[in-house]
């Protein structure tokens, strides 16, 4: 049981980071015909084209796949807690999937800010991927590093970033204590 609950927990939480990073991508105006932006695109079209024909998008960012992606969150609870013999609350799965909904924007910045790190330290080239994360990544990073001084040629905005969600993190962690077992 235990091995089926592990692979359910990765099948939700992977596509539910590849559902966010859809609206990321739309929201940073990113690549569209970058190769890694056509996977994300074509990987969750067949859930999110259903519900885009009803939900419009809003002021530019694409309510549909946010909805799709919440559903994921409470679906993974749900589907989790009756496979496990837990009774299934329709309130508490609602409470508990937005928090994990989340916590997981949060997760997926930092991951690709610590993916691009790693990349702009390995890779010798460009490729699609750091195109594309180096997008989505700008709008945040450019204000820390307005911030900072010239340090000569070295960017801590990542570091800086990453003490950032860590210190709103735990800030949340400390007002909700359920955040900690997510």
Do not use: H
Request: with cysteine; proline share 5%.
């Amino acid at each position: 049981m235990e091995a089926v609950n592990y692979i359910l927990n990765f099948v939700f939480d992977t596509y539910l980071l590849v559902l966010l990073l859809r609206v990321w991508l739309q929201a940073a105006r990113a690549d569209f015909y970058n190769p890694f932006s056509q996977f994300v695109v074509k990987i969750t079209n067949p859930v999110v084209i259903p519900f885009r024909r009803v939900i419009p998008g809003i002021a530019g960012i694409d309510m549909a796949t946010l909805v799709v992606a919440l559903i994921i969150a409470c679906a993974k609870f749900a589907v989790l807690s009756s496979l496990n013999g837990q009774p299934v609350d329709l309130v508490s799965v609602l409470i508990i999937g937005a928090l994990f909904f989340t916590k997981q924007i949060g997760y997926l910045v930092f991951m690709v800010m610590l993916i691009m790190a790693l990349m702009s330290w390995v890779v010798q080239s460009r490729s699609p991927v750091q195109l594309v994360f180096q997008q989505l990544t700008e709008p945040l990073l450019r204000p820390i590093r307005r911030l900072l001084p010239d340090l000569g040629g070295i960017d801590l905005s990542v570091l800086i970033a990453f003490l950032l969600l860590n210190v709103i993190n735990i800030g949340i962690g400390s007002v909700l204590p359920i955040w900690r077992i997510l």
